[in-house]
């Protein structure tokens, strides 16, 4: 089984107005061109009151570093109160969303994620010694590209978020 490190957690909060259509295909073509990743959907759920809208989101994405180390990131949407309104833009009403959404991202570095040091109690001992004393600067380099790419990611989106409430 592979050895899991999470080293990175954080989210954002955005209150006002977006078009969440074009936020989440945004974040989803972020993340798949600029990290790497091959997402996945695991959860996608909405639930109505009245006029607006409750949706919670959930991807997994990996990408493999090397065959010994993998980069596991699992992305979460909350959207809150979700509202269809129109706004007037350079003279042209556009329709849009108006809500509150929290987009949050835990980063995780996979090593040995095929197995190969876990067939003997031996094995795994030689595994610990391999990142403690052979390898430690590229744990600590993966651990730095995993951070990085995570905190891109949400400064990213809150830009973006940004950007849009001003329009």
Request: proline residues 1%; hydrophobic residues 35%; glycine residues 10%.
């Amino acid at each position: 089984m592979a050895e899991k490190d999470k080293v990175f957690s954080s989210k954002i909060k955005y209150g006002g107005v977006v078009n969440f259509g074009a936020f989440y295909k945004f974040c989803y073509d972020w993340l798949k061109d600029e990290t790497g990743l091959t997402l996945s959907e695991d959860k996608y759920g909405e639930k109505l009151s009245g006029d607006s809208k409750n949706i919670d989101v959930d991807w997994t994405g990996t990408r493999e570093l090397t065959d010994y180390f993998k980069f596991e990131a699992k992305v979460s949407f909350k959207v809150i109160g979700l509202t269809s309104i129109e706004i007037t833009q350079d003279g042209k009403k556009i329709k849009t969303n108006k809500g509150s959404i929290e987009v949050g991202i835990k980063g995780t570095l996979l090593k040995d994620y095929k197995g190969k040091f876990e067939k003997t109690a031996f094995q795994k001992f030689l595994r610990g010694v391999y990142e403690k004393l052979v390898i430690p600067s590229r744990v600590d380099e993966f651990q730095g590209k995993v951070i990085g790419d995570c905190e891109e990611f949400l400064s990213q989106a809150k830009a973006y978020l940004d950007l849009e409430g001003k329009k």
